[in-house]
């Protein structure tokens, strides 16, 4: 039942987002945009509908997955220090490699002028940071703990390396930073709905062929283990496939927070810990906060549109501080 609402509701913020804007349209008129693929319903907003929901949605299922493997209900995609290795890298690409200018036609304006030398560092680094993190957890054995901690100690690391940075750079240069750091949907072309497709739902798969292996792992390691679960196996690219899917993300959008953390402490709240029915919900509402958020973005102060990180970050923050009260007063 659960998961036919939040898909009812999904199909309804869909078709809301691609109504409203800076010219609102009816509904019946985005249907006809749509089905004959003209039109701004079609041609601006849809993209970016889409994104939003895919990226929610994986950002929400790597939340749900991190989670469980570390044992650890404040864990997320960026838990690794992914986040923070990825504005480092996207720093790096505007100072060093000089890739934000201030430019524009009609009036001054801060624009990222080599987006694929950002977004490539960017992703680069959040590997980097997952990988030193995953070697670690390899030879050293350490516990789910450990992992987290390491993953604030290399999120410190590189965010120290950034102010760094930021150190030496100009006015322009550290306005380009800090646009690239709010998180933002308008960035994204068709290509790259395409790559995040592509990449996510291979992952998507895996998660839920997995689900029971999860169940077992939620219900302690000693347990999955009796059961036949290979638990290193399983945590190690729970890890790596949810790090690779936040690392993707961030690296074309920005850091876009509390989506994979609300997400799964939302379903958990309702239907329970079964990952059979957790992660396919995760999905759902997890596009679902992403989505709204950026509707909110878009018309809030409409014509201008805000960067929908801060969207989700304003929202985010109090949900999830209530359902942390909550669930201290039950």
């Known amino acids: ?34 089905v004959n693929q003209n039109g701004i ?10 994104v939003a929901v895919v ?13 469980c493997i570390l044992k650890n ?6 838990t690794l220090g992914l986040s923070q290795a990825a504005a480092f890298g996207a720093a790096f690409a505007i100072v060093i490699l000089d890739a934000g200018n201030m430019f524009s036609n009609t009036k001054d304006a801060v624009v990222i002028s080599n987006q694929y030398a950002v977004t490539l560092c960017a992703f680069v680094f959040s590997l980097i940071s997952t990988g030193v993190v995953l070697v670690l957890t390899r030879l050293t054995r350490v516990s789910p703990e450990a992992i987290v901690l390491s993953g604030v100690v290399m ?7 950034r102010t760094a940075i930021q150190y030496f750079a100009n006015e322009i240069q550290l306005a380009s930073i800090v646009y690239w750091t709010f998180g933002d949907l308008s960035r994204i072309t068709l290509d790259n709905l395409v790559l995040i497709t592509v990449v996510s739902v291979p992952v998507l798969i895996y998660f839920i062929y997995n689900r029971w292996n999860y169940n077992a792992i939620d219900a302690g390691i000693d347990t999955a283990s009796s ?44 239907i329970g810990s079964d990952h059979r029915f957790v992660i396919p919900a995760s999905v759902l509402v997890g596009a679902l906060i992403l989505l709204i958020s950026d509707t909110l973005a878009r018309t809030i102060i409409s014509p201008l549109v805000l960067p929908v990180g801060v969207i989700t970050s304003f929202l985010g923050g109090p949900l999830f501080l209530a359902i942390l009260i909550r669930g201290y007063r039950k």
């Open 73 to 78: 209900p404040l864990s997320e995609p960026y």
């Open 227 to 270: 059961l036949g679960v290979n638990v290193s196996r399983h945590i190690l690219v729970g890890m790596v496939l949810s790090s690779l899917v936040a690392a993707l993300i961030v690296s074309l959008m920005g850091v876009i927070g509390f989506v994979g953390l609300l997400a799964p402490h939302m379903v958990r709240r309702v």
């Open 41 to 50: 319903a079609w041609s601006i907003r849809f993209p970016r509908v889409l």
């Open 155 to 161: 999120g410190s690391v590189f965010a120290a390396a």
């Open 55 to 67: 990226a929610g949605a994986m950002l929400a299922v790597a939340g749900t997955v991190m989670q």
């Open 1 to 34: 039942m659960f998961l036919t609402v939040c898909a009812i509701v999904l199909v309804i913020s869909v078709l809301v987002a691609l109504s409203i804007g800076s010219a609102n349209l009816p509904i019946s008129e985005v249907v006809d945009q749509i």
